[in-house]
Every structure is written in C-alpha cells, then in structure tokens.
Nanobody
Framework: QVQLVESGGGLVQTGGSLRLSCTVS????????MGWFRQAPGKEREFVAT????????IYANSVKGRFTISRDNAKNTVYLEMNSLKPEDTAVYFC??????????WGQGTQVTVSS
C-alpha cells in the first residue's frame, strides 16, 4: 500500500517561511516523480513544483519560482517544499503527489498553509 503523509503546514505572516514534508511508504521517492500541488478555496488544484525520479530535475510554477524549493532525502524517503517570502495568495491546502514508474498516481491528505497579511 502506498501512503504519502504531509506535515509542516501552519499559519505564517507575509514574508515568512515554512517547510513542508512528505514522507512516502510503499514506494521510493528516488524512483517516482514527486510533486507538490495546492488548492485554494473555490479554486482548482494547481501545480506548484516537481522533482523527477532519477535525475532529480526540478520544475516550478511561475508563481513560486525563486521563492520555493523542492528537494528530497532518499535516506528518509521524504520530499520537502521549502517556502520563503510567502504571500497571502500562497494560502491553500498543499498536497504531495507521487507518480511511479508504472504510471500509478498517489496523493497525500494535504496540509493547510495560511499566510496572513
């Protein structure tokens, strides 16, 4: 069974920082394309960042480029999203996503990030 468990969300002021974690069981993060998505109230879920399985290539949404960093720790089987210079428009539920080498797609339960102005 594949499980993704996010943590690290919370309430932060504008300009602050948070680090989200996504710990995976049932798959290894180095063999999956791992990503972060977010969904604000009344809006569609949107892509935030991804890191590829083998080469570790990272891609970011334009809205977070230069402020957010996705990384992974293979030993801990965990993916991180370091978020700096947070803005109120970053407020959303953040979801971790994994796509394995068989095309299986898995989601975490989400963690709330709230940025106050």
């Amino acid at each position: 069974q594949v499980q993704l468990v996010e943590s690290g969300g919370g309430l932060v002021q504008t300009g602050g920082s948070l680090r989200l974690s996504c710990t995976v069981s049932g798959r290894t993060v180095s063999s999956c394309a791992m990503g972060w998505f977010r969904q604000a109230p009344g809006k569609e879920r949107e892509f935030v960042a991804t890191i590829s399985g083998s080469a570790g290539i990272t891609i970011y949404a334009n809205s977070v480029k230069g402020r957010f960093t996705i990384s992974r720790d293979n030993a801990k089987n965990t993916v991180y999203l370091e978020m700096n210079s947070l803005k109120p428009e970053d407020t959303a539920v953040y979801f971790c996503n994994a796509v394995d080498d068989r095309g299986g797609r898995y989601w975490g339960q989400g963690t709330q990030v709230t940025v106050s102005s």
